[in-house]
């Protein structure tokens, strides 16, 4: 690898993040790692020659930019692997520096994010006012959160290459309605193949939706998304913890998921009861939206599916629904279509409940797609409780 030194000004530049507003494709990463470390911050930084942009953090006001000189983050992309600095007051590297002297902090782990071409274009890093260790199964969940938050950058990489054209490529699937449940969706690649796949059948009086979004595109990323949505439909008589399982064992034995990973929803709906089983792997964009007016979003902490460390389990979720209710989940791209940011869940959920139905919300939905800069395949599923 070049000496860091070395790194070309264009290789942030090719990313276009730098002084880029919020997305929640990045804040869920940001999320779930102060979750899950238990940190007073958790951020993904983008790193230019002379400053640090905070891309993302935890709700607050935002940090905006920082001189590369003042943080820890500029050593972190001269390094192969995570930085980890156990009390910054400490160590004669970062005592002196604005985040330490100024700001308090004392604890820092960084993994470097790399461009597709090896360069080190930013981090997600942990930090805290108080001094810290991390255990060896926590360092690889912070890799595995790197990697993650990698990938997104190399999406925004690959993005900035090109523009979407999206009313030309929409397509609808077809109603499907088992025992008052009825399933609708709508798919916009940002090219020719996508990386999204949506899919759902009836049995016995269950319904089975799956919505996964393979990291990449093109052929290779169309490819596996095919086989990941096939392999979770095919296991319909599993529970969903179970399906996942059985798919994640079949993924390691399979070269095609070795480069890569999704994000997926996948439910069971029990059209009797009204009770839905999922799994959520790093997705967190499924809205279920009640007919008296409130709503929940189904969340977990469950990493994408090809990320997940041997050691954790898989996190179940249970949501009741009845009559009237609506459930909605869609994919990252969607959120580009409003301002990239969690909020536009909500304006997501606001918009169907004031659609006529299903179509009436895809062909609103696929206008905004239009008129949006959207760098990224949308896909979205309606499931409705007649």
């Known amino acids: 690898m070049a000496p860091e030194t070395a790194r070309p000004a264009s290789a942030v530049q090719?990313?276009?993040?730098?002084?880029?507003?919020?997305?929640?494709?990045?804040?869920?990463?940001?999320?779930?790692?102060?979750?899950?470390?238990?940190?007073?911050?958790?951020?993904?930084?983008?790193?230019?020659?002379?400053?640090?942009?905070?891309?993302?953090?935890?709700?607050g006001p935002r940090l905006g930019r920082s001189?590369?000189?003042?943080?820890?983050?500029?050593?972190?992309?001269?390094?192969?692997?995570?930085?980890?600095?156990?009390?910054?007051?400490?160590?004669?590297r970062f005592r002196d520096r604005a985040a330490v002297t100024e700001y308090g902090l004392r604890f820092y782990a960084g993994f470097p994010l790399r461009a597709d071409d090896g360069t080190a274009v930013g981090t997600l890093c942990l930090l805290d006012a108080d001094p810290h260790r991390l255990d060896d199964e926590q360092r690889r969940s912070l890799e595995q959160l790197g990697r993650w938050a990698q990938a997104e950058v190399r999406q925004s990489e690959t993005a900035a290459?090109?523009?979407?054209?999206?009313?030309?490529?929409?397509?609808?699937?077809?109603?499907?309605?088992?025992?008052?449940?009825?399933?609708?969706?709508?798919?916009?690649?940002?090219?020719?193949?996508?990386?999204d796949r949506s899919g759902w059948q009836e049995v016995g009086g269950r319904v089975v939706v799956t919505l996964a979004d393979v990291m990449g595109k093109g052929e290779a990323a169309g490819a596996v998304a095919e086989r990941l949505l096939?392999?979770?439909q095919e296991r319909r008589d599993m529970t969903p913890v179970e399906a996942m399982l059985s798919v994640e064992e079949e993924a390691h034995s399979d070269g095609r998921y070795r480069e890569t990973f999704a994000t997926v929803f996948h439910a069971v709906v029990d059209a009797a009861s009204g009770t839905v089983d999922y799994v959520d792997?790093?997705?967190?964009?499924?809205?279920?939206?009640?007919?008296?007016?409130?709503?929940?979003?189904?969340?977990?902490?469950?990493?994408?599916?090809?990320?997940?460390?041997?050691?954790?389990?898989?996190?179940?979720g249970r949501v009741e629904v009845s009559r009237g209710d609506l459930l909605v989940s869609v994919s990252d791209g969607a959120l580009d279509a409003y301002d990239s940011t969690l909020e536009s869940l909500r304006l997501i959920g606001d918009d169907l409940r004031a659609a006529a139905d299903a179509h009436g919300f895809f062909d609103d939905l696929a206008v905004r797609v239009s008129t949006h800069q959207v760098d990224d395949d949308v896909t979205a599923v309606v499931l409705s409780v007649h």
């Not at 090109?162 to 088992?178: P, Q, Y």
């Not at 090809?306 to 898989?314: D, S, Y």
């Open 230 to 232: 096939a392999a979770l």
């Open 281 to 316: 792997a790093g997705h967190g964009l499924t809205l279920v939206l009640h007919a008296d007016g409130t709503s929940e979003r189904l969340t977990s902490r469950n990493l994408p599916l090809g990320l997940r460390p041997a050691e954790v389990e898989w996190e179940a």
């Open 67 to 92: 001189a590369r000189d003042d943080v820890f983050c500029g050593e972190t992309v001269k390094q192969d692997g995570i930085l980890e600095v156990d009390d910054a007051a400490r160590d004669a």
């Open 161 to 195: 290459e090109g523009e979407a054209a999206a009313l030309g490529r929409t397509t609808r699937a077809d109603d499907r309605t088992a025992d008052g449940v009825e399933v609708a969706s709508l798919a916009i690649p940002h090219g020719v193949v996508s990386g």
């Open 14 to 59: 090719r990313t276009g993040l730098m002084d880029s507003p919020p997305e929640e494709r990045f804040d869920r990463i940001t999320r779930l790692a102060r979750e899950l470390f238990d940190v007073d911050y958790a951020l993904v930084n983008i790193v230019g020659d002379d400053v640090v942009y905070t891309k993302s953090q935890p709700p």
